[in-house]
C-alpha cells in the first residue's frame, strides 16, 4: 500500500465394474487358491472360496471377528447389530445427524450398544413404530444400501436402472449402482426388503471401503496439483482432510493435546502467542467473523491459502498440526503477508489471522 503506516488485520474463524448382486460364497462353484497367508483364518472359510482375501483381509483389519469357536458362519443371515458392529470397527467417526433415543429393546448392558447408538445417532439406524431397533432381526438389502450410503458418503445424487426400488431407498441403491458397489440382480431388479448373508454383507462392504480409499484426497495429493486441480476439488474432498471438522461432524470436541487434562490450560499458551502477533488488537473484538456456515469450508481454505501466499496442502497441514498439538503458528520474516493461527479448546474454533502492510 502506499501508505506504509496503514495496516490491513482481518481475522477469520472457523468453526468446527463389479459381479451381480448374487454373489457366491461358497467354494464349490468358483474354486481360486488364495495366495495369501492371515494371521487369523476361520475354520470354515477355505482358502478356495472365492471371498477368502475379502473376508479375512477384513478380520486382518479388526474389522470381522468371527465367532469365539473359530468360524464366521459365512452362509448366516446377517443381524441389523451385526452390520452395525462391523461398520462401527471400520469407521472411527459417523456425522451424528440424529439425537439418540434409547430403543426400547436395547439394554446398556448389549455387547452391541454402541455400536447401535453410534449409527442411530448417524441416521442410519432407526426404530420401528414401536421403538424398538430390532438388534437380532435380519439385516435388509435396502438397509444395507443406507447403511453404506451413508457410512461411506458416496455421492446419492445419481438414478439407477432397477426396476423394484422405492423412493425411501432410491438414492441409497443408486449410490452403490453408481460407485460399483452393486449391479443388482440379472432381472434387473435389487429386492430390497430379502435378507443377505454374512458373506454378502462383508463383500459389499469390502467393495464400498475400497471405492473410498481409491476416491480419498490426501493432502501429499494436494501438495502435487496445479492451483486449477485444487479449485476444482469438492467440499467433501477438503473437509476430510482436516482434523477440526474431523471431529466437528461427528459431534465431537478436538480432543486435547498430549500433555493437557484441562481445555482452558491448553489453549493458555498457543493463545497468547497468537495475542502477540495482534498486538493491542483485541482477539474477541470482531464478532462478525466469517465461519464455515457462511463461507464454505472448501472456498475457506482456498482463500486463506491465497491470503497468506502459501500452497494449499502447507495451510492444511498447519491447521491440523496447531488443532492436534495445541500451539500457534506464526509467519516467519520472509513471509510476504503476515500471519497467525491458533485453535481454542476453550470454544472448540480455530482462529487465523493475516495482515499486510
Same mark, same amino acid.
Given at each position: 500500500?502506499?501508505?506504509?503506516?496503514?495496516?490491513?488485520?482481518?481475522?477469520?474463524?472457523?468453526?468446527?465394474?463389479?459381479?451381480?448382486?448374487?454373489?457366491?460364497?461358497?467354494?464349490?462353484?468358483?474354486?481360486?487358491?488364495?495366495?495369501? &497367508?492371515?494371521?487369523?483364518?476361520?475354520?470354515?472359510?477355505?482358502?478356495?472360496?472365492?471371498?477368502?482375501?475379502?473376508?479375512?483381509?477384513?478380520?486382518?483389519?479388526?474389522?470381522?471377528?468371527?465367532?469365539?469357536?473359530?468360524?464366521?458362519?459365512?452362509?448366516?443371515?446377517?443381524?441389523?447389530?451385526?452390520?452395525?458392529?462391523?461398520?462401527?470397527?471400520?469407521?472411527?467417526?459417523?456425522?451424528?445427524?440424529?439425537?439418540?433415543?434409547?430403543?426400547?429393546?436395547?439394554?446398556?448392558?448389549?455387547?452391541?450398544?454402541?455400536?447401535?447408538?453410534?449409527?442411530?445417532?448417524?441416521?442410519?439406524?432407526?426404530?420401528?413404530?414401536?421403538?424398538?431397533?430390532?438388534?437380532?432381526?435380519?439385516?435388509?438389502?435396502?438397509?444395507?444400501?443406507?447403511?453404506?450410503?451413508?457410512?461411506?458418503?458416496?455421492?446419492?445424487?445419481?438414478?439407477?436402472?432397477?426396476?423394484?426400488?422405492?423412493?425411501?431407498?432410491?438414492?441409497?441403491?443408486?449410490?452403490?449402482?453408481?460407485?460399483?458397489?452393486?449391479?443388482?440382480?440379472?432381472?434387473k431388479t435389487f429386492r430390497e426388503n430379502a435378507s443377505l448373508t454374512r458373506a454378502h454383507y462383508a463383500v459389499f +462392504?469390502?467393495?464400498?471401503?475400497?471405492?473410498?480409499?481409491?476416491?480419498?484426497?490426501?493432502? *501429499?495429493?494436494?501438495?502435487? +496439483?496445479?492451483?486449477?486441480?485444487?479449485?476444482?476439488?469438492?467440499?467433501?474432498?477438503?473437509?476430510?482432510?482436516?482434523?477440526?471438522?474431523?471431529?466437528?461432524?461427528?459431534?465431537?470436541?478436538?480432543?486435547?493435546?498430549?500433555?493437557?487434562?484441562?481445555?482452558?490450560?491448553?489453549?493458555?499458551?498457543?493463545?497468547?502467542?497468537?495475542?502477540?502477533?495482534?498486538?493491542?488488537?483485541?482477539?474477541?473484538?470482531?464478532?462478525?467473523?466469517?465461519?464455515?456456515?457462511?463461507?464454505? +469450508?472448501?472456498?475457506?481454505?482456498?482463500?486463506?491459502?491465497?491470503?497468506?501466499?502459501?500452497?494449499?496442502?502447507?495451510?492444511?497441514?498447519?491447521?491440523?498440526?496447531? &488443532?492436534?498439538?495445541?500451539?500457534?503458528?506464526?509467519?516467519? *520474516?520472509?513471509?510476504?503477508?503476515?500471519?497467525? +493461527?491458533?485453535?481454542?479448546?476453550? *470454544?472448540?474454533?480455530?482462529?487465523?489471522?493475516?495482515?499486510?502492510?
Amino acid at each position: 500500500m502506499k501508505n506504509s503506516n496503514k495496516l490491513l488485520l482481518s481475522t477469520l474463524a472457523l468453526a468446527i465394474a463389479t459381479p451381480a448382486f448374487v454373489i457366491p460364497y461358497d467354494s464349490t462353484s468358483n474354486q481360486v487358491e488364495a495366495a495369501t &497367508t492371515y494371521a487369523k483364518t476361520f475354520s470354515d472359510v477355505s482358502k478356495k472360496n472365492v471371498y477368502y482375501d475379502i473376508i479375512h483381509e477384513m478380520a486382518q483389519s479388526g474389522i470381522i471377528s468371527g465367532y469365539e469357536d473359530g468360524t464366521f458362519k459365512p452362509s448366516e443371515t446377517i443381524s441389523r447389530k451385526h452390520a452395525a458392529a462391523l461398520i462401527s470397527r471400520a469407521i472411527d467417526r459417523l456425522p451424528k445427524t440424529t439425537t439418540f433415543k434409547a430403543p426400547k429393546d436395547l439394554s446398556t448392558n448389549n455387547a452391541y450398544y454402541n455400536d447401535i447408538k453410534k449409527l442411530m445417532e448417524a441416521g442410519i439406524l432407526a426404530v420401528d413404530s414401536k421403538g424398538n431397533i430390532n438388534p437380532n432381526k435380519a439385516l435388509t438389502r435396502g438397509e444395507m444400501a443406507k447403511i453404506l450410503a451413508i457410512a461411506y458418503d458416496l455421492d446419492t445424487t445419481g438414478t439407477n436402472p432397477l426396476t423394484d426400488v422405492s423412493k425411501a431407498n432410491a438414492k441409497y441403491v443408486s449410490a452403490l449402482y453408481n460407485n460399483g458397489v452393486t449391479t443388482g440382480y440379472e432381472d434387473k431388479t435389487f429386492r430390497e426388503n430379502a435378507s443377505l448373508t454374512r458373506a454378502h454383507y462383508a463383500v459389499f +462392504m469390502h467393495r464400498a471401503q475400497k471405492f473410498k480409499e481409491a476416491n480419498t484426497i490426501t493432502i *501429499e495429493d494436494i501438495s502435487k +496439483m496445479s492451483q486449477e486441480e485444487i479449485d476444482n476439488l469438492n467440499y467433501k474432498q477438503i473437509v476430510s482432510l482436516l482434523e477440526p471438522q474431523k471431529y466437528g461432524l461427528a459431534g465431537e470436541k478436538v480432543p486435547l493435546p498430549k500433555g493437557y487434562t484441562d481445555r482452558a490450560a491448553a489453549t493458555k499458551d498457543a493463545k497468547a502467542v497468537y495475542a502477540l502477533f495482534h498486538g493491542r488488537q483485541s482477539l474477541d473484538a470482531n464478532s462478525s467473523t466469517p465461519t464455515i456456515s457462511n463461507v464454505g +469450508m472448501d472456498n475457506f481454505i482456498r482463500n486463506i491459502s491465497k491470503r497468506i501466499q502459501k500452497p494449499t496442502a502447507d495451510v492444511i497441514s498447519m491447521i491440523n498440526k496447531v &488443532t492436534l498439538e495445541g500451539i500457534a503458528i506464526t509467519s516467519t *520474516e520472509d513471509d510476504p503477508v503476515k500471519f497467525a +493461527m491458533y485453535f481454542n479448546y476453550e *470454544e472448540d474454533r480455530l482462529y487465523i489471522s493475516f495482515r499486510t502492510f
